[in-house]
């Protein structure tokens, strides 16, 4: 979905944030998917924990810890984490960007419809349906057609 469909880009909050968006999604692009994840048991972790989080610090490279070969916590850096809190800050205002742009689509169609409805020909069409006589209502009726006889 581009940033134009989201009226992301007219709000003035691409112009605004984009390079920073940029930059965090790179940012979050180094985070490997769990199985390219640097494994660490549990045990191994809690004994050697603070050369596990010096070498964290310095790589940037999450761990994932295991407990019985089955998959329990990833551990970040600080830096790591904080990304991630402002992507989910970006995106939070982001949702409320496209909420808004959606009840604006939505209350504009309304508005056309409601134009529409009030219409001069719309008000004339509703007087000469109400104040048809039975006879021309019977002339005009077609049976599994949309146009008058």
Not at 21 to 40: G, I, T, V, Y
Not at 118 to 123: C, G, L, N
Not at 135 to 143: A, I, K, Q, R, T
């Amino acid at each position: 979905m581009s940033s134009e469909t989201l009226g992301v880009k007219e709000s003035g909050l691409y112009t605004a944030r984009s390079h920073e968006l940029e930059s965090q999604l790179e940012s979050l692009a180094l985070l490997p998917e769990m199985p390219d994840l640097k494994r660490m048991g549990g045990k191994a972790f809690g004994r050697s924990i603070e050369s596990s989080l010096k070498a964290l610090s310095q790589t940037q490279e999450p761990i994932g810890l295991s407990l019985r070969r089955q998959d329990l916590a990833v551990v970040l850096s600080v830096s790591q984490y904080e990304e991630i809190l402002k992507m989910k800050a970006l995106y939070q205002q982001l949702v409320v960007r496209l909420k808004q742009h959606e009840i604006g689509s939505v209350s504009s169609e309304y508005d056309r419809l409601y134009e529409r409805i009030t219409s001069q020909s719309s008000r004339e069409a509703a007087d000469q349906l109400f104040g048809a006589t039975g006879d021309e209502l019977g002339h005009s009726y077609n049976p599994g057609g949309d146009t008058p006889l």
